[in-house]
């Protein structure tokens, strides 16, 4: 299983878009600190998930995901 994840920083209240197979693991790298994009930004909550088979299908979710950051399509994805 491939996860597309969204996490919101508790420190700024700004999100994070990624891609991962071991949600778990990847959620603790960022709240450790061992993700150089976030490692200022932390603590994180996991806000949203999807579950895809392949790779490729998830990264092509992740960037339509990015696209909608910051507009209306990404808050009512975060409100359901």
């Known amino acids: 299983m491939i996860y597309v994840y969204i996490i919101k920083s ?3 209240k700004g999100y994070y878009i990624g ?3 071991d949600l778990k693991k990847r959620l603790a790298k960022h709240n450790k600190g061992q993700v150089n994009s976030t490692k200022r930004r932390r603590p994180f909550v996991l ?3 999807e579950k895809f088979s392949g790779y490729e299908s998830a990264r092509v979710r992740e960037i339509e995901l990015k696209g909608y950051k ?3 399509k990404f808050k009512e994805l975060l409100n359901t």
């Open 70 to 72: 910051g507009g209306n």
């Open 19 to 21: 891609i991962t197979k």
């Open 10 to 12: 508790s420190k700024d």
């Open 47 to 49: 806000v949203y998930t």
